[in-house]
């Protein structure tokens, strides 16, 4: 019997570790494709004779198209679970992607934006849960591996634009819909483990929503944490959107070239994306939260003023210190706020990450009138914001 028992419960590992692999290699390939949206923003600039501030509506509408959705998705899922949701939002994705592969205009660029941020907007809350539910307990670990697929996929993105989009043209887009029938069918076998899970797990007693602090208490700390969160992506944002154009323009690089530089900053931004889960289990997501956001404010106040050199050394620390905060934010989140996963992942990979977007479309407006050095320059000053981890208390039983 112990042998049977011992056998099984190995099963159940690998099973459980083989779905957060599959979660985390779609979460690459959805990220892949949203993220050959801002790789292409210099060619649409170009084709398309844009300015800043309608660079700034295309992360607009994307991030909070997806931002708008997730958390009443999140919503929707906890209290009604659809497990092959994951599929269909891989789905809109690929229509996305078409669709800005074969537009002739500004309006229709708008509409397939909208469509990968719905795909955006159905796949985070969903994948989320489902990298908790087949954690084993590791939620640091689980989130920082389903987390490392998108960073991995955002870093990768615009390798595959410089290198195949670019000199091949907008229309090579279509080529990478065959991503997006990878993960529907990858996506409709994870939904298929989700939903003998839930049958397996029927009988079990509904999951604790007590509250381990007193509710104002944790209102407030859900606010900071969102701020924490909107001030970071914000600033990832000004990276993502705008450092191709920065770096053309102080250093004089070739596009190629500053892609190199972007991708260098995204690869590190993966990275500390996977760190920052296990270090979170072991010492407490507290504490990765606090190193993350502090940490990064030397390197951020020196990037504008650095040369070619140290700003390549300077992204690759702020990419590596500041993602290993996210993973923390989303497991503190969960443990104050329990039995509303999707809620809580909808909200931060939602609302917080629609900050990205409107803070992109703002610094837009900031780049036509004072130019691109100066929104760096700028930007440099908001992780001082972070001194807000003050705020955060010790959750009652947690690190």
């Known amino acids: 019997m112990a042998s049977v028992t011992a056998g099984n419960s190995g099963t159940a590992e690998r099973t459980a570790f083989s779905i957060i692999v599959a979660v985390s290699f779609c979460h690459m390939l959805n990220d892949i494709m949203q993220s050959l949206l801002t790789s292409l923003y210099p060619l649409l600039k170009e084709s398309y004779a844009l300015d800043f501030v309608q660079i700034g509506l295309l992360t607009f509408t994307f991030q909070v198209t997806a931002s708008l959705l997730q958390p009443a998705v999140g919503v929707v899922t906890d209290r009604w679970p659809i497990p092959f949701s994951l ?50 307990g590791r939620h640091g670990l689980a ?46 076998f994870v939904s298929g483990w989700y939903t003998r899970h839930r049958l397996a797990n029927s009988n079990r007693p509904a999951a604790s929503r007590t509250l381990p602090l007193p509710r104002n208490k944790v209102i407030m700390t859900l606010i900071v944490l969102i701020v ?41 931004s993966a990275a500390g994306v996977l760190l920052g889960g296990p270090f979170g289990d072991r010492y407490g997501a507290r504490f990765v939260i606090w190193f993350s956001i502090l940490g990064v404010i030397p390197f951020a106040l020196m990037l504008p003023y650095a040369n070619l050199f140290w700003t390549g050394v300077l992204v690759v620390l702020i990419g590596l210190v500041f993602s290993s905060a996210f993973s923390a934010i989303v497991v503190f989140a969960q443990e104050l706020v329990p039995g509303r996963v999707g809620l ?31 929104v760096y320059t700028m930007t440099s000053y908001l992780p001082l914001l972070g001194i807000l981890t003050v705020l955060l208390p010790k959750i009652p039983g947690h690190r």
């Open 87 to 136: 599929p269909a939002g891989m789905l809109s994705t690929c229509a996305g992607l078409l669709l800005l592969a074969n537009a002739h205009s500004f309006p229709l660029l708008l509409v397939a934006a909208s469509l990968i941020g719905l795909g955006s907007a159905i796949f985070h809350p969903e994948s989320s849960r489902i990298a908790r539910l087949a954690s084993g």
């Open 143 to 188: 989130q920082s591996l389903f987390q490392v697929g998108g960073n991995a996929g955002t870093a990768i993105g615009p390798l595959l634009a410089a290198f195949i989009v670019v000199p091949r043209g907008q229309g090579s887009l279509g080529w990478f819909s065959g991503i997006a029938l990878v993960g529907f069918v990858i996506l409709s």
């Open 228 to 268: 924490l969160t909107a001030t970071k992506n914000v600033y990832m944002a000004s990276l993502s959107s705008y450092f191709t154009f920065y770096t053309i323009e102080k250093f004089g690089l070739g596009l190629q070239d500053a892609q190199m530089l972007l991708f260098l900053f995204l690869g590190a």
């Open 344 to 374: 809580i992942a909808g909200m931060f990979f939602g609302f917080a990450f629609g900050f990205g977007g409107i803070g992109a479309a703002v610094l837009g407006v900031f780049a036509d009138r004072q130019g691109i050095e100066f």
